[in-house]
């Protein structure tokens, strides 16, 4: 027996239903804030807001440049033996 359930709910209605507090109002709050900070040029708030961005980036074109290196110098491990 299969038996599908689809339910309507609106963001709100979701919340009140899980339970969980409406924080659209504190959002909103800090992307003013934000958006103030960045407005008047203040270097900090854009750094913070784009530092996880950044390092992950650094981090995954790091991997990707070792991983074209290792193709590049012919490493033993990642191409197949003639005698197989």
């Known amino acids: 027996m299969k038996v ?4 309507e709910l609106s963001p709100a209605e979701a919340r009140e239903l899980m339970g969980w507090q409406d924080l659209s ?10 958006t103030e900070q960045m407005k008047n040029g203040d270097p900090t708030t854009i750094n ?10 650094q981090k995954s074109f790091g991997l ?5 290196e290792s193709f590049m110098a012919g490493d033993s491990k990642t191409k197949p033996r003639p005698d197989k």
């Open 25 to 34: 109002q504190l959002h909103e709050h800090f992307l003013k804030l934000a």
């Open 64 to 68: 990707y440049q070792k991983m074209m």
């Open 48 to 57: 913070a807001l784009m530092q996880p961005f950044l390092s992950e980036t």
């Open 4 to 7: 599908n359930v689809e339910i």
